[in-house]
């Protein structure tokens, strides 16, 4: 079957609805609709202010739906991928209590039960099985509001999308639970090519037995639908009949399944007036909410979610999807929709695309804006407005305008997107609500930025264009680094180039645009394409005297240890490292841990650390780094150099020599990785090296690691070969 001409803006419409629905949905997640209605009324637009939480925020719902689909891509988007293989997906990008799930507990939350089953070898689908896990367990939602991207990768084959959505749906979940996900991805897949919501329902129930709950569900609602046109009345029909006094646990399926379908047949096909049903309606709001806002995204484009509130502006395309890739938590959803369509293609055997030749930020679909924003939005100012409009890019694409008022002498404006946490704050509150955002920056000190502008030739002055970037500070305050600027007279086109300068360590949290010209000045920059490239330069020491702070009662920074992602199972101590000599001190207890740093975009270049083994296994450094189970190592012990690549939880050795350390003595270690070669060495002396002929890897970040007890560690530092 062919892709639908219009398949990349349709999956960007389906990746925005989901965010939309779960940003609307989440902050009242788990409220009946009797305290809906009466604390809140109905759920016409974001509610987020009325109680003082973020908009944008991390959440299972989006970041286990973008991530567990990189299964396809991790195994060669094999359509006959498995749910073993899926499984191992879980267990690479998860940290245990820390990514993605909600961590209830054995019995109590069913991914972390199915985490549990996977970490004792239990393989998929047994790690999600009633037989294993009992009725209750097995048939909560989470088969279902992780199964998106199952859907956009199918776009018009609901057959492949039902059983990419089981095999998914296994590793964590059995019976109606199955039933459901099943349902929702195969309507999904064929909202590419029908819009007809009943015509989407027969295909749904198409793939499940008839005398499954699910089955009967639906056509109950389906009659009521018929019947009785006040979906108010008609949702106590559902509550009474398929609530969640009838179906037991956490969130069960089958009600919340049930609202959804409700939801769309009550929401006469607008976009407004379903996300309101379903989310004044309750029980698991942000879930229900992000899937039918992915089914209508798809089903109506991106017009359909424009017919009602201004949904898109206030998110600005940002996602977080933390997991043990830092260096993929910061993105949008431009990003992650080329990502999904990728692998859509992948799977017709048809090549990837590439806007603009691969930049990060392109604005190469209607209304992206890809996390930009006027910094002016944040301080009230006022001087520059956002549009992406059509035209003025060298590759006949679209553009992100940027229209600038008034500039009063001295004044500049200034749009810019996130590379990073976005501040302390905002990071501490993701902590206590159960969801970090774990991530490592997205740029570096020593990466090239490369920016294409383009003066308005309606302009009636020159107009000074400077690249900056934003980065934490002593007091994890933001500073800027500016490069010099560009004049750019009316209809003037320039590529800058910056590398960017030493930030000393701290993690680097905007990059941006800033516009200056002559008093009064009013007019538009076009912005075509932004982008970084090559291996950073950086020292990942501690960037301060822990003594001296401690003397002066003053507060020591936290952002540029948070840029590390903590795969360590003693991760609550290593926050506290102040109080010890070295800069990072690697403590774990069974099997291996490590803390991570860097991006999938680092390909070649050289980690050099400082390590003092005091009671360990092994230990040592990794490279290219994908995640918990994917990696090269150079790993150290008693009586050997190894150079392994890590693999399902596996080393596979590539090469190996005698030697080994002594506890108790300081060694500078290296690790050089350029194309399929990789070598170690200790103190400056070459001591292993090996070819992966399989590349298995070809981008990654680093790690520290310790095997069962501790090494100290200092002196972290990254440079290109």
């Not at 070295?582 to 980690?607: K, P």
């Not at 080393?651 to 070598?679: K, P």
Request: proline share 4%; charged share 20%.
């Amino acid at each position: 079957m062919s892709l639908p001409q219009d398949y990349f803006e349709r999956v960007y419409a389906g990746v925005l609805g989901k965010i939309i629905g779960v940003y609307l949905g989440r902050p009242f997640e788990g409220w009946s609709y009797e305290k809906i209605t009466s604390v809140l009324g109905d759920i016409n637009y974001y509610v987020h202010e009325k109680l003082d939480v973020p908009l944008v925020v991390t959440d299972d719902d989006i970041s286990g739906t973008f991530t567990f689909l990189r299964a396809l891509e991790d195994y060669g988007y094999n359509k006959n991928l498995t749910p073993r293989q899926i499984g191992k997906t879980w267990m690479n990008y998860l940290i245990e209590e820390q990514t993605i799930l909600w961590w209830g507990g054995m019995g109590n939350s069913t991914e972390h039960t199915a985490y549990l089953r996977l970490k004792e070898g239990i393989d998929a689908p047994m790690s999600g099985s009633m037989a294993l896990n009992g009725k209750v367990v097995a048939e909560q939602i989470g088969a279902q509001i992780f199964i998106d991207g199952w859907a956009m990768i199918s776009p018009g084959d609901p057959e492949q999308a039902a059983d990419f959505a089981k095999r998914a749906g296994s590793v964590s979940h059995d019976g109606e639970a199955i039933y459901g996900a099943q349902v929702l991805a195969a309507m999904e897949a064929q909202a590419f090519v029908e819009s007809d919501i009943n015509a989407l329902i027969d295909t749904g129930l198409s793939f499940i037995p008839d005398d499954s709950v699910i089955y009967y569900m639906l056509n109950d609602i389906r009659d009521w639908h018929a019947k009785e046109p006040d979906w108010r009345k008609a949702r106590l029909l559902l509550d009474e009949r398929y609530g969640y006094s009838v179906y037991g646990g956490n969130c069960h399926m089958v009600p919340n399944h049930g609202l959804m379908i409700f939801s769309l047949l009550y929401g006469d096909d607008d976009f407004q007036k379903t996300q309101m049903i379903v989310n004044t309606s309750g029980w698991d709001t942000d879930c229900n909410a992000g899937n039918i806002g992915c089914l209508m995204g798809i089903k109506n484009g991106l017009a359909g979610l424009s017919t009602g509130p201004d949904w898109l502006g206030p998110i600005a395309d940002r996602m977080y999807l933390p997991t043990a890739d830092g260096g993929r938590a910061i993105t949008d959803a431009v990003i992650e929709t080329v990502h999904v369509v990728n692998a859509g293609r992948a799977l017709q055997g048809l090549d990837p695309i590439a806007p603009k030749d691969g930049a990060r930020f392109h604005f190469d679909l209607p209304g992206a804006v890809q996390g930009f924003m006027s910094e002016d939005s944040i301080t009230t100012r006022g001087t520059v407005t956002i549009e992406n409009v059509e035209g003025y890019s060298e590759y006949g694409s679209r553009v992100l305008a940027l229209h600038y008022q008034r500039l009063a002498t001295g004044r500049v404006g200034r749009v810019e997107t996130p590379t990073f946490t976005p501040s302390l704050d905002v990071s501490n509150y993701f902590d206590e609500r159960g969801y970090r955002l774990l991530a490592s920056p997205t740029l570096y000190s020593g990466q090239t930025i490369t920016a294409r502008v383009l003066a308005s030739s309606e302009n009636d002055h020159d107009i000074d264009v400077t690249l900056y970037v934003k980065h934490y500070d002593l007091h994890d305050n933001f500073q800027m680094l500016c490069a010099d600027s560009v004049t750019l007279s009316a209809g003037q086109a320039e590529t800058i180039t910056w590398q960017v300068p030493d930030t000393k360590g701290y993690p680097i949290a905007q990059v941006g645009i800033q516009l200056s010209a002559q008093s009064g000045a009013s007019g538009t920059v076009y912005l075509d394409y932004l982008t970084w490239n090559g291996a950073p330069s950086i020292v990942l020491d501690r960037p301060y005297d822990a003594n001296a702070m401690r003397a002066a009662g003053v507060e020591r920074p936290k952002m540029w240890k948070k840029a590390w992602v903590n795969g360590f199972d003693t991760r609550d101590r290593l926050t506290d490292a102040d109080s010890w000599s070295e800069t990072y001190r690697l403590i774990q207890n069974v099997g291996r841990g490590m803390y991570m740093h860097g991006t999938c975009d680092w390909t070649d270049y050289q980690v050099t650390a400082t390590m003092t083994p005091h009671m360990c296994k092994a230990g040592g450094l990794g490279v290219r780094g994908q995640g918990m189970q994917r990696y090269y190592a150079f790993l150290i012990d008693d009586h050997s150099f190894k150079i392994v690549a890590a693999f399902e939880g596996e080393d596979i050795v590539l090469a190996s020599v005698d030697g080994g350390w002594e506890y108790g003595r300081e060694y500078t270690l290296s690790v050089r990785v350029e194309g399929n070669t990789i070598q170690g060495f200790v103190n400056g002396d070459l001591k292993v090296e090996a070819t992966d002929n399989e590349n298995r890897f070809i981008g990654g970040g680093i790690s520290l690691i310790a095997e069962v007890g501790r090494i100290g560690c200092d002196h972290v530092e990254v440079r290109p070969l």
